[in-house]
């Protein structure tokens, strides 16, 4: 069982940076693909960026190319979501997530056994 706890949303001005933080316990995080979704009002939740198992490889959606950096802390069992250029249309909740063990590259939501709770990220225009 791994639970998964995000940290570091709030309200910031549109251009501005935010880091979020999703701490793993009950297990290490290591052998699992490790994911960020956001869920907007209305919305369904999609796909934000994600690593996968190894910790090698990422993904991440158009919309945030560029402008996202998803990294992980083994030593911590911590997985961060750096965003910057941070635009109105980034305002949603975000979720962390794992899948696994031994997953690739995951970004259908229904792949991924662990959820966090979320953290509300709101940009102002």
């Known amino acids: 069982q791994v639970q998964l706890v995000e940290s570091g949303g709030g309200l910031v001005q549109a251009g501005g940076s935010l880091r979020l933080s999703c701490a793993a316990s009950g297990r290490t995080f290591s052998g699992y693909a490790m994911g960020w979704f956001r869920q907007a009002p209305g919305k369904e939740r999609a796909f934000v960026a994600t690593?996968?198992?190894?910790?090698?490889?990422?993904y991440y959606s158009d919309s945030v190319k560029g402008r996202f950096t998803i990294s992980r802390d083994n030593a911590k069992n911590t997985v961060y979501l750096q965003m910057n250029s941070l635009k109105p249309e980034d305002t949603a909740l975000y979720y962390c997530?794992?899948?696994?063990?031994?997953?690739?590259?995951?970004?259908?939501?229904?792949?991924?056994?662990?959820w966090g709770q979320g953290t509300q990220v709101t940009v102002s225009s």
């Open positions: 690593f996968d198992w190894s910790g090698s490889n990422t």
């Open positions: 997530a794992a899948a696994g063990p031994r997953l690739g590259i995951v970004i259908m939501p229904r792949v991924y056994d662990y």
